[in-house]
C-alpha cells in the first residue's frame, strides 16, 4: 500500500509536552503547512525534534485537528523546513492564505483490492504451512513476503523512521515484531500480523475522522457565498469573506445566514440552534441581532453586517472549541505520562524475555523470542492513548452542537465534581428585563413637579447599562417629552453597585438603591422602613434623590425566566447546592429565592463581595459561577469554572468564560454536568477495557497462549472499542 493511502496512527511511546497556547513572536513570518500523516502527539514530537533546532525556527504551534502545523520563524529557509518535515516521513502542503482554515482532507481510501489480496495471501501462506508436502517449504515464505511487500512497507518506511529518532511508536513496534518473526521462521504468521494491523489502522482512522467531522460540521452551518447589495442597488453573490462590515445582505427562505448581522427589513423566524443549541424559531425583527449559522424559515429579509466573515459568532465558537480540544484534559496529561513510561518498561521486559527464557524457564531460546514479539505488540498503549482525546473531544462537540461551550477538557472533567452553583440573580435566574411596576413623589408634588421629577429619572437612568435603570428610562421616557435628549446632564458617573450620579440642569442629583441613599447621608428610619415595605413584594427600589432630600422611589421588578425553576430543580436532583448573589435588596433577593427554590440567598453584594463569598465557597468543594460573563467578572475568574449565560451577544463572555451557556436557558447547566458525568464514565470504561486486555494478553503472553496475530487483533481491537465508546457521547441527546 503506498504512503499517501496508508493512514498509520502513531500515539505510543515518547509523548509530546503539554500543549501550551503558542503567540506568534513579534516581526515574524508563518509558513503554515497542511501534514496529512500529523494527527497524534507522537507526530507532534518528531516534528518538534526536527524542527526545533532549525536556524530560524522561533516558536511551532500544533493543530492536530486540523493537521495544520504554522512554523513561526525569522528568515528561515522554508524549503529546508519541508525538506526536514518530508524526512520525517511525512508529506507537507503548504497553505497560502492565511484564511485557510478548512478542515483537513480525509485520509484517501484505502487500496481495498490490495489489501484483499494481501489477506487472501497470508491466510494461502498459513493454509500451506499446514501440509506435509515437501516442496510447500519455498512456498509459504514466499507467499507471506509477498503479502507483507504488499501492505507493510510503508509501516516498515515509517517504524524506521521511529526508531532513527528514538521514539518507540505503533509502526517501530509492529516493524520490530514482523521482522522478529520472520527471522525466526514464523512467515505465515507475520504476513497475517501485517495484514491485519493495516486493516485495523484504516478502520481506526475512518472511526477518528468522526470524532473530527463532529466539530468540523459546525464549519458547514455557514454558507461560503453571501448575496450583497451593490451602490448602484443590485444584488451580486460574493464570497462571504470578500463582505465588509456595514454591507447590506439578502437572505432568502430556506437559506443559511453568511455572517453576523442586524436586521433591517423583514421579520425572519430563525432557528438558531448551531449557536444556541434551540432549535425553536426565534421571531425577528428589524433592529434584532442575527448570527451566522442560522436557518430562515420563511421570508426573505435584509440586514446590515457586523462582523467579519472569520469574526462570527459561529467563527468563535469554533475557534474555542478546536482550541480546547488541542487542549489536554488533566485524565489525559495522566495517561501519556503513564504510556511514556509503560512502552519503554514493557520493550525492555520483552529483551530481558528473549534473553533469559532459556535460564530462566528452561525453555528453547526462539520460544523466548516469540514470546517476547508478543509483548513488543502488547508494549504499544495506543488503545489507552487514543481513548481519552477521543472521548474529551466528542463530549466538547456534544456540548458545542447543545449550545454549550466549554473552553477545555479540563472543565469538562471538573464539572462531575461540582458540589455548589452560584447564580447571579437578574439575567439569569431572572428575565433581565425589569419593568417599572410603581413609583412615587416623596412629599407634596403638583402634576408638573411629577413631570420634572420623570424626566429627571428617565435621564439618570437613561445614562446607565443596568437592567433595572433600562426598566426606569423605558417606563418614564414617554412621559418626559426632552427625556431622550441628555444634553444637559453634566458631569455623570456611575458609583459600581450603588447608582449613578449627576447634574442636571444646574442641579446636583443622583439615582440609587438605599447604599447610595445612605453614602449621601439620608437613609433615615422613616425612608428604610418605606423601602422595606416595597421590597417584601419582592421589589427592587430605586430612589432618587438632590443633595439634601429623597425626590422620589421607583419598584422595579424582574420575574423569573420560565426555565429558572426547572433548571434549579434539576440542579437539586444532581446533588448540587445553590446559591444566589445578588447586588439586589436582600427582601427582594430573598423572595425571588423562594420563588426559585433556592438553597441559599445573599443580597446587597458588591462585585468584591462576590468575589469574597466565592473564595470562601470554593474551599467547601468544586464551586461554580453563573453570570452575564461581564458584571460578575471577578466571581467568574474566581469560581473553578465560571459560566457565561447568553454568551452567543457577548464576545467578551465567548472570550473569558471557562463555560458559555450559548443562549439564555439555564437548563444548560444540567445538561452540561449529566454530560461531564457521563464523559467521566466512559474515560473509565475506557481506561478499564484498554488497560484490562493489556494486563489479560501480557499474562497470556508469559504462558504461551498468545500468538502474534492475536495480540494484534487484541491490541488494535481494543483501540476501535474505546473510539467506539467515545464516539457514544456524540448521540448525548441536548
Known amino acids: 500500500m503506498s504512503d499517501d493511502t496508508s493512514h498509520q496512527h502513531g500515539c505510543c511511546g515518547h509523548q509530546a509536552e503539554p500543549r501550551e497556547t503558542v503567540t506568534a513572536p513579534a516581526d515574524s513570518d508563518t509558513l503554515r503547512l497542511r501534514i496529512q500523516e500529523m494527527d497524534c502527539p507522537t507526530e507532534e514530537a518528531l516534528l518538534r525534534k526536527a524542527l526545533n533546532p532549525a536556524p530560524g525556527v522561533a516558536a511551532l504551534e500544533f493543530d492536530l485537528m486540523s493537521r495544520i502545523l504554522s512554523i513561526h520563524h525569522h528568515d528561515a529557509d522554508t524549503e529546508a523546513l519541508q525538506a526536514r518535515v518530508r524526512d520525517l516521513g511525512m508529506t507537507p502542503r503548504p497553505l497560502d492564505d492565511e484564511n485557510d482554515t478548512d478542515a483537513a482532507p480525509e485520509s484517501d481510501e484505502p487500496n481495498w483490492g490490495r489489501l484483499i489480496l494481501a489477506g487472501l495471501l497470508a491466510f494461502g501462506a498459513e493454509v500451506v504451512g499446514w501440509t506435509p508436502w515437501p516442496w510447500t517449504i519455498w512456498l509459504s515464505p514466499f507467499l507471506a513476503l509477498l503479502a507483507i511487500a504488499l501492505v507493510g512497507l510503508p509501516t516498515w518506511r515509517k517504524g524506521w523512521v521511529a526508531i532513527r529518532h528514538r521514539t518507540l511508536n505503533i509502526n517501530a513496534l509492529m516493524s520490530v515484531a514482523v521482522t522478529g518473526a520472520v527471522l525466526?521462521?514464523?512467515?505465515?504468521?507475520?504476513?497475517?500480523?501485517?495484514?491485519?494491523?493495516?486493516?485495523?489502522?484504516?478502520?481506526?482512522?475512518?472511526?477518528?475522522?468522526?470524532?473530527?467531522?463532529?466539530?468540523?460540521?459546525?464549519?458547514?452551518?455557514?454558507?461560503?457565498?453571501?448575496?450583497?447589495?451593490?451602490?448602484?442597488?443590485?444584488?451580486?453573490?460574493?464570497?462571504?469573506?470578500?463582505?465588509?462590515?456595514?454591507?447590506?445582505?439578502?437572505?432568502?427562505?430556506?437559506?443559511?445566514?453568511?455572517?453576523?448581522?442586524?436586521?433591517?427589513?423583514?421579520?425572519?423566524?430563525?432557528?438558531?440552534?448551531?449557536?444556541?443549541?434551540?432549535?425553536?424559531?426565534?421571531?425577528?425583527?428589524?433592529?434584532?441581532?442575527?448570527?451566522?449559522?442560522?436557518?430562515?424559515?420563511?421570508?426573505?429579509?435584509?440586514?446590515?453586517?457586523?462582523?467579519?466573515?472569520?469574526?462570527?459568532?459561529?467563527?468563535?465558537?469554533?475557534?474555542?472549541?478546536?482550541?480546547?480540544?488541542?487542549?489536554?484534559?488533566?485524565?489525559?496529561?495522566?495517561?501519556?505520562?503513564?504510556?511514556?513510561?509503560?512502552?519503554?518498561?514493557?520493550?525492555?521486559?520483552?529483551?530481558?524475555?528473549?534473553?533469559?527464557?532459556?535460564?530462566?524457564?528452561?525453555?528453547?531460546?526462539?520460544?523466548?523470542?516469540?514470546?517476547?514479539?508478543?509483548?513488543?505488540?502488547?508494549?504499544?498503549?495506543?488503545?489507552?492513548?487514543?481513548?481519552?482525546?477521543?472521548?474529551?473531544?466528542?463530549?466538547?462537540?456534544?456540548?458545542?452542537?447543545?449550545?454549550?461551550?466549554?473552553?477545555?477538557?479540563?472543565?469538562?472533567?471538573?464539572?462531575?465534581?461540582?458540589?455548589?452553583?452560584?447564580?447571579?440573580?437578574?439575567?439569569?435566574?431572572?428575565?433581565?428585563?425589569?419593568?417599572?411596576?410603581?413609583?412615587?413623589?416623596?412629599?407634596?408634588?403638583?402634576?408638573?413637579?411629577?413631570?420634572?421629577?420623570?424626566?429627571?429619572?428617565?435621564l439618570l437612568a437613561g445614562r446607565s447599562t443596568h437592567p433595572v435603570s433600562a426598566a426606569i428610562h423605558h417606563a418614564l421616557a414617554s412621559a418626559a417629552d426632552d427625556a431622550s435628549s441628555d444634553d444637559s446632564l453634566e458631569h455623570f458617573r456611575e458609583q459600581p453597585g450603588q447608582g449613578v450620579e449627576g447634574q442636571l440642569d444646574g442641579q446636583a442629583l443622583w439615582l440609587g438603591n438605599r447604599r447610595l441613599a445612605d453614602a449621601h447621608g439620608l437613609l433615615d428610619a422613616t425612608l428604610t422602613e418605606r423601602i422595606e415595605a416595597l421590597e417584601r413584594r419582592g421589589a427592587s427600589v430605586v430612589a432618587l434623590g438632590s443633595a439634601d432630600r429623597v425626590l422620589a422611589l421607583f419598584a422595579v421588578r424582574d420575574p423569573l425566566k420560565p426555565t429558572s425553576l426547572a433548571a434549579i430543580k434539576a440542579l437539586h436532583g444532581l446533588g448540587v447546592k445553590t446559591l444566589m448573589l445578588s447586588g439586589d435588596n436582600r427582601h427582594a433577593v430573598a423572595a425571588i429565592a423562594e420563588e426559585a427554590g433556592i438553597d441559599s440567598a445573599r443580597g446587597e453584594l458588591l462585585p468584591e463581595d462576590k468575589l469574597t463569598i466565592i473564595e470562601e465557597q470554593s474551599r467547601h468543594g468544586v464551586t461554580g459561577m453563573v453570570g452575564d460573563g461581564i458584571n460578575d467578572a471577578p466571581a467568574l475568574a474566581r469560581a473553578d469554572i465560571g459560566f457565561a449565560m447568553g454568551a452567543a451577544g457577548s464576545d467578551v463572555a465567548i472570550e473569558t468564560a471557562d463555560v458559555a451557556l450559548m443562549d439564555d436557558d439555564l437548563g444548560k447547566l444540567p445538561t452540561f454536568l449529566r454530560l461531564s458525568r457521563t464523559t467521566h464514565a466512559v474515560l473509565i470504561q475506557n481506561i478499564v477495557l484498554a488497560l484490562g486486555i493489556k494486563a489479560v494478553f501480557m499474562v497470556l503472553a508469559f504462558t504461551g497462549h498468545a500468538t502474534l496475530w492475536m495480540a494484534v487483533f487484541a491490541d488494535l481491537g481494543s483501540s476501535l472499542l474505546v473510539i467506539g465508546n467515545g464516539l457514544r457521547l456524540l448521540r448525548q441527546p441536548s
Open 184 to 458: 525466526i521462521g514464523h512467515w505465515s504468521e507475520a504476513a497475517m500480523v501485517m495484514v491485519l494491523f493495516t486493516l485495523a489502522e484504516h478502520l481506526e482512522s475512518r472511526s477518528l475522522t468522526r470524532a473530527r467531522r463532529a466539530i468540523r460540521d459546525l464549519l458547514d452551518s455557514a454558507p461560503r457565498q453571501a448575496r450583497r447589495r451593490t451602490e448602484a442597488g443590485e444584488w451580486e453573490t460574493v464570497a462571504a469573506e470578500d463582505v465588509a462590515i456595514g454591507e447590506i445582505v439578502r437572505i432568502l427562505p430556506g437559506e443559511r445566514l453568511p455572517l453576523d448581522g442586524e436586521v433591517v427589513r423583514g421579520n425572519p423566524s430563525l432557528d438558531e440552534s448551531p449557536i444556541t443549541g434551540e432549535s425553536l424559531p426565534i421571531d425577528k425583527s428589524p433592529g434584532d441581532s442575527v448570527f451566522a449559522g442560522a436557518i430562515n424559515h420563511d421570508g426573505d429579509f435584509d440586514i446590515r453586517t457586523t462582523k467579519a466573515a472569520n469574526d462570527t459568532t459561529l467563527a468563535r465558537i469554533i475557534h474555542a472549541v478546536e482550541q480546547a480540544q488541542a487542549s489536554q484534559a488533566p485524565t489525559q496529561r495522566f495517561i501519556d505520562r503513564f504510556a511514556a513510561v509503560y512502552t519503554p518498561v514493557v520493550f525492555v521486559l520483552a529483551i530481558l524475555t528473549a534473553l533469559a527464557w532459556p535460564w530462566v524457564a528452561g525453555g528453547a531460546w526462539l520460544d523466548g523470542v516469540y514470546r517476547a514479539l508478543v509483548l513488543l505488540v502488547i508494549a504499544c498503549p495506543c488503545a489507552l492513548v487514543i481513548s481519552t482525546p477521543v472521548t474529551i473531544v466528542s463530549g466538547l462537540s456534544a456540548a458545542a452542537r447543545a449550545g454549550i461551550l466549554i473552553k477545555g477538557g479540563r472543565f469538562l472533567e471538573q464539572g462531575k465534581r461540582l458540589s455548589w452553583v452560584a447564580l447571579d440573580k437578574t439575567g439569569t435566574l431572572t428575565q433581565g428585563k425589569p419593568t417599572l411596576e410603581h413609583w412615587e413623589a416623596l412629599g407634596t408634588h403638583s402634576e408638573e413637579q411629577q413631570h420634572s421629577l420623570s424626566r429627571q429619572a428617565a
